[in-house]
């Protein structure tokens, strides 16, 4: 029988930490995928950068960072900036499948969860970079009115098996080393979704949709 190539994915991220509080689920439920994992900054903090290549380690997933400005103050940043250090720290292929934050965040609000998001649907629409499919992280806290959870309607949502959750779970507490009574721990979601494309056209007008409200 012909064993079925392995599915190439690619995670692109702002920070250490959000592959696993948003896709760290379906990461872990996909040992057989080959996992790439870009996160866009932070590379020179040193306690966060081993923390997530520790996380990958458990992840089975390979990654890179960058140092894409975090500072405390989230001044906006131009877009071209944000898409060109996708652009450098993406590998230059075809992935089966690209994730990355919705273009208005999971929660209200990060900007640079924003600017992420809208630079992969950017990219992909001008074909700069390359996938069949693209899943953008779908949580919602209706306005800070509780932590984000998992939209129930997105067009991908799957409920985590406790073992998996678990496995989660201990990835933000003990590997990154999160509180237990800190947002990310009573953050860290037990259902993951997804709003799914297959064609850039169609991401393009949906994030259209957001910039002209």
Known sequence: MTRLPKKTVAVIVAHPDDETLWAGGTILSHPAWQWFIVCLSRVNDEDRSLRFYNALRILKSEGIMGDLDDGPEQKPLEENKVEQV?????????????????PTG??????????????????????????NELWNFAYTDNNKKHYPVAV???????TLTKRIWLRKYRIITETYGFEKNGFEAETTPRAESFWQFTDPREAKKWLNKFSNS
């Open 86 to 102: 996708v652009l450098n720290l993406l590998p230059a292929k075809h992935f089966d499948l690209i994730i990355s934050h919705n």
């Open 152 to 158: 129930e309607n997105a067009s991908i949502y799957r």
């Open 106 to 131: 999971e929660y209200t609000r990060h900007i640079r969860h924003e600017e992420a998001g809208k630079a992969v649907i950017k990219l992909w629409n001008t074909g700069e970079i390359s996938t």
